[in-house]
């Protein structure tokens, strides 16, 4: 979307990591912001962030696994800013550890917030969006949804899906006769946000500077593009996969560590001790 000044953004996950950047870099642009996160009090504190660049942001505290809560958010987003032009579904989570020794909790909130967060709020809210002028959904998906990721499976079979759905959704407005209404799907590689603590980055495919990935996302949707792809080596792997027999595909895999990457993944505040392959770990507080 070429202009998204007065226009509503509305940015799930933003009370931290890329959700505060991209909401800062929207801020910039002069656009009005709807910040929702599980968080309450971060996405106030992006909120006020915003604010101090001189827009009208308001942070909401909502799970995105909440459909009432979404459908209510609707509403009042509808009386107190207006249509949604701009939708950012950035909500996400990860659980990394051998599947068998992570808690099923776990795995279902992943697909939870990750892929059914994803739907709920581009159903909710995709009506308005067309009924705008001009408007742009941006999904956050990850490197991870065009491969598979041991000690990450369901993570990375949840972004498998939020590619397949963005995807799916960019060509049905197509096919719709909904030219105006722009889609951007977003597959980086890992970020420096704490999100994924502990991996150890394959080679060629370097750690990403959440700004970075912020510049390119909001390049993409300025740009109208329908993919970012990041780092270089990301770009490659749709192709790789696709060309390269499963052995050989396994071989670079291993080669390049990417098979062994979350082997170490401790996430937000999990303690150093959580860093072996073979422990149930996860970053937030539920049951075992
Ligand atoms: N960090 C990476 O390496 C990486 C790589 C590829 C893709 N991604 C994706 O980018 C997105 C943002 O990740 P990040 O690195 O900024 O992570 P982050 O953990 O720093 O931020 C995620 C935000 O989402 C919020 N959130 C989590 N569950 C929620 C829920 N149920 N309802 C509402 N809000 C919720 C958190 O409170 C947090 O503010 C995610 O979708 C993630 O999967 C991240």
């Given at each position: 979307m070429k202009d998204v000044k007065g226009r509503v953004v509305?940015?799930?996950?933003?009370?931290?990591?890329?959700?505060?950047?991209?909401?800062l870099e929207f801020a910039k642009l002069g656009a009005r912001l709807v910040l929702v996160d599980k968080d309450g009090k971060a996405a106030e504190e992006s909120a006020a962030i915003a604010r101090g660049v001189g827009v009208e942001a308001?942070?909401?505290?909502?799970?995105?696994t909440d459909r009432p809560a979404i459908l209510a958010l609707r509403e009042v987003v509808r009386r107190d800013f207006g249509r949604v032009a701009v939708l950012v579904n950035n909500a996400g989570?990860?659980?990394?550890?051998?599947?068998?020794?992570?808690?099923?909790?776990?795995?279902?909130?992943t697909y939870d917030v990750n892929v059914f967060g994803v739907v709920a709020f581009t159903h909710a809210f995709l009506?308005?969006?067309?009924?705008?002028?001009?408007?742009?959904?941006?999904?956050?998906?990850?490197?991870?949804?065009?491969i598979g990721l041991p000690f990450g499976s369901t993570y990375a079979s949840s972004k498998w899906a939020v590619i397949g759905f963005s995807e799916s959704v960019r060509q049905e407005l197509l096919t719709d006769g909904h030219k105006h209404v722009k889609v951007t799907t977003v597959c980086p590689s890992y970020i420096a946000t704490g999100m994924f603590e502990g991996v150890k980055g394959p080679l060629l495919t370097p750690i990403l500077k959440p700004q970075v990935i912020v510049d390119k996302i909001m390049a993409a949707v300025k740009a109208e593009r329908a993919w970012v792809l990041e780092p270089f080596m990301v770009k490659l792997?749709?192709?790789?996969?696709?060309?390269?027999?499963?052995?050989?595909f396994d071989w670079a895999g291993k080669l390049f560590g990417v098979s062994t990457s979350m082997m170490h993944w401790r996430g937000h505040n999990e303690p150093a001790a959580a860093a072996k392959a073979t422990a149930?770990?996860?970053?937030?507080?539920l049951p075992n």
């Amino acid at each position: 979307m070429k202009d998204v000044k007065g226009r509503v953004v509305l940015i799930t996950g933003a009370g931290g990591g890329i959700g505060r950047l991209m909401a800062l870099e929207f801020a910039k642009l002069g656009a009005r912001l709807v910040l929702v996160d599980k968080d309450g009090k971060a996405a106030e504190e992006s909120a006020a962030i915003a604010r101090g660049v001189g827009v009208e942001a308001r942070g909401f505290e909502l799970d995105v696994t909440d459909r009432p809560a979404i459908l209510a958010l609707r509403e009042v987003v509808r009386r107190d800013f207006g249509r949604v032009a701009v939708l950012v579904n950035n909500a996400g989570v990860v659980f990394g550890g051998p599947l068998t020794k992570t808690p099923w909790e776990r795995h279902k909130l992943t697909y939870d917030v990750n892929v059914f967060g994803v739907v709920a709020f581009t159903h909710a809210f995709l009506d308005d969006m067309i009924a705008e002028p001009q408007a742009h959904l941006v999904n956050i998906a990850s490197a991870s949804g065009f491969i598979g990721l041991p000690f990450g499976s369901t993570y990375a079979s949840s972004k498998w899906a939020v590619i397949g759905f963005s995807e799916s959704v960019r060509q049905e407005l197509l096919t719709d006769g909904h030219k105006h209404v722009k889609v951007t799907t977003v597959c980086p590689s890992y970020i420096a946000t704490g999100m994924f603590e502990g991996v150890k980055g394959p080679l060629l495919t370097p750690i990403l500077k959440p700004q970075v990935i912020v510049d390119k996302i909001m390049a993409a949707v300025k740009a109208e593009r329908a993919w970012v792809l990041e780092p270089f080596m990301v770009k490659l792997t749709p192709l790789l996969r696709g060309v390269l027999p499963t052995s050989l595909f396994d071989w670079a895999g291993k080669l390049f560590g990417v098979s062994t990457s979350m082997m170490h993944w401790r996430g937000h505040n999990e303690p150093a001790a959580a860093a072996k392959a073979t422990a149930s770990v996860g970053a937030s507080a539920l049951p075992n």
